[in-house]
């Protein structure tokens, strides 16, 4: 195995992340994602709706680059209301175990005042290892 989730013996197992990763292969990084198509166009100004298309553009961007969502050994999530992402946390959750799966590699999330673009209420970068040859 190329990937092995760090758990410090003693300490609670968090929910949804995991504290450290150890991996080995292909380094490939992901740049901020948002949720808009394709066409840079915004289906929906809900914020459960935006991190789901968000996390399909990282897939996209991890196929491209022949990585898989298992190999994300990092991401950061930008979020400009806090209290709308604990409200959500339900949808998001299960946005991501269906796109994204039961990999839960280290995270942080963070409020931001604004993003660049006017309607985005998410932006997440994602790092990815990609195993080599066993």
Not at 31 to 52: H, K, L, P, T, Y
Request: negative net charge; proline residues 5%.
């Amino acid at each position: 195995m190329s990937h092995q989730i760090l758990q410090p013996e003693g300490w609670a197992k968090p929910v949804g992340y995991g504290n450290g990763i150890k991996a080995t292969g292909t380094f490939l990084q992901v740049g901020g994602q948002i949720g808009w198509d394709e066409n840079c166009e915004f289906r929906s100004d809900d914020f459960a709706d935006q991190v789901e298309q968000t996390l399909r553009n990282i897939v996209r961007v991890l196929e491209e680059g022949g990585a898989k969502p298992e190999h994300i050994v990092q991401m950061t999530w930008y979020v400009t209301d806090r209290e709308v992402y604990k409200a959500s946390m339900k949808r998001v959750g299960a946005a991501y175990r269906a796109i994204i799966g039961r990999h839960f590699p280290p995270m942080a999330a963070v409020q931001v005042v604004a993003l660049m673009e006017d309607r985005a209420q998410v932006e997440i970068v994602a790092s990815a290892v990609i195993p080599g040859p066993s």
